[in-house]
């Protein structure tokens, strides 16, 4: 008896193993670019993965968390080494990002639809500065790679300097709330 309910157990823990899986995201594989606009230009950069997990049943997404270093903010357009080194402390001070105060931004999973031709839509809560908002987009999987775009509404996070939502009378100095998040995972 005792073997027939050791051996029920060993079956039910290679099936659970078998239905879910949690995979890293790979930091050093993974890219994440943004882009932000203003009138007569823009600024893009990267931002570097911390760490994080998608968790599959079944080959479908179930569950996930990613973490950013928004400490890492970079700008890759600007040329000129002290207008890019400003551009970046700018990002990172309290007018936007204030990465003292939040060093990290986070994304999580809290639903899934199931993959067709490649391509699921996910819902998760972003938090941004401390204020957390729930989104979907669709994401495109290529073997282990998963990818897609964000388009952000930085007002909905306190990200102010700029913003016509928070200032009037800004004519040419606006720089657009929605900021656009080029996102490829390697898992």
């Known amino acids: 008896m005792k073997t027939i309910i050791f051996s029920v157990m060993l079956l039910l823990a290679a099936t659970l193993s078998v239905s879910a899986q949690k995979s890293e995201i790979a930091p050093d594989k993974s890219v994440v670019t943004w ?37 890492s903010i970079s700008d890759f357009d600007l040329k000129d080494e002290s207008y890019n080194k400003k551009l970046v402390e700018h990002l990172k001070s309290d007018d936007f990002f204030g990465v003292e105060k939040y060093p990290t931004s ?20 972003l938090t941004i500065k401390g204020k957390s908002e729930t ?53």
Do not use: C, P, W
Not at 41 to 58: A, L, P, T, W
Not at 106 to 125: D, M, P
């Open 106 to 125: 986070t994304f999580k999973i809290t639903k899934a639809s199931k993959f067709n031709n490649g391509k699921a839509t996910l819902t998760g809560v």
């Open 35 to 71: 882009t932000g606009n203003k009138i007569g230009g823009s600024h893009y950069g990267g931002i570097k993965v911390q760490s994080g997990y998608i968790e599959f049943k079944n080959g479908d997404i179930t569950d996930g968390n990613v973490i950013m270093d928004m400490k």
């Open 135 to 187: 989104i979907f987009f669709d994401v495109t999987k290529k073997g282990n790679i998963y990818s897609t775009q964000l388009k952000v509404d930085r007002s909905k996070f306190d990200v102010r300097y700029g913003s016509k939502s928070f200032f009037d009378g800004l004519g040419d100095k606006v720089i657009d709330d929605i900021f656009i998040l080029d996102i490829q995972f390697v898992l």
